[in-house]
């Protein structure tokens, strides 16, 4: 599977947008794009994956660049609940579906 | 209802002792998993089933074993426990085992081995 880079943490707004960014640059054509993310003490939670197409869901956006060595995962209005490390992973279908973690974004939710 | 759950929450165990952990999905999905986080919160795959059979084992040592009595349950056993097992443990389960689905997660065991 192809490692991805993210920053160790961010701090945001409440209210405000949060862009996480993760970089792949070798992600291969096969590989997908995931976010996980897991509040203090609780297990991961998927939020949204995406192959080429910027993707929406009620949770957040995902937005791939063209050549596919990116993308920034968008929190449209963040809250305090948002608090938590966000996994940017990418994975191959052939893979037998397991997740690799990184280490991840911690992303601080400030009022 | 809770989708993916454990038992116990905490566990507390001295070295040597065998334990299990029990993991139970509603979810009707085919495929579970086995994760362990660590003191410096790695999350690792350790195993996965598909329909009651073994898929992923990943270099776990033999004192862990998995069994999955039916396709909504996958327990983890572990024998003469050492201090280096103290983690916590995540259970999840999907829907295909070579597909794209998401992975649902249960709550954790933290397991704490004195």
């Known amino acids: 599977d192809a490692k991805t880079t993210q920053p160790p943490s961010m701090d945001c707004a409440e209210g405000r947008a949060a862009n996480l960014p993760c970089n792949h640059s070798t992600i291969s054509g096969n590989e997908y794009v995931y976010w996980y993310r897991q509040i203090h003490s609780q297990g991961p939670q998927y939020i949204i994956h995406g192959l080429k197409n910027n993707e929406t869901n009620e949770m957040a956006s995902l937005i791939i660049t063209e050549d596919r060595k990116s993308s920034t995962l968008i929190l449209p209005h963040a809250t305090l609940r948002d608090t938590a490390v966000y996994y940017c992973?990418?994975?191959?279908?052939?893979?037998?579906?397991?997740?690799?973690f990184g280490g991840g974004t911690r992303v601080l939710v400030k009022p | 209802d809770t989708a993916v759950s454990q038992t116990p929450k905490y566990l507390v165990t001295q070295m040597g002792n065998d334990k299990s952990i029990k993991c139970e999905q509603n979810?009707?999905?085919?495929?579970m998993y086995w994760y362990k986080q660590d003191s410096k919160k790695f999350l690792k795959i350790m195993f996965s089933?598909?329909?009651?059979?073994?898929?992923i084992n990943e270099t776990v040592p033999n004192r862990f074993s998995p069994k999955s009595p039916d396709k909504a349950h996958l327990n983890l056993h572990i024998n003469s426990l050492e201090l280096g097992d103290s983690a916590v443990y995540f259970c999840?389960?999907?829907?295909?085992?070579?597909?794209?689905?998401?992975?649902?997660f249960g709550p954790g065991t933290r397991l704490t081995v004195t």
């Open positions: 089933y598909n329909n009651k059979e073994l898929i």
């Open positions: 979810l009707g999905h085919d495929t």
């Open positions: 999840a389960s999907s829907h295909v085992p070579l597909g794209i689905s998401e992975q649902y």
């Open positions: 992973i990418v994975r191959v279908r052939a893979a037998g579906n397991k997740l690799t």
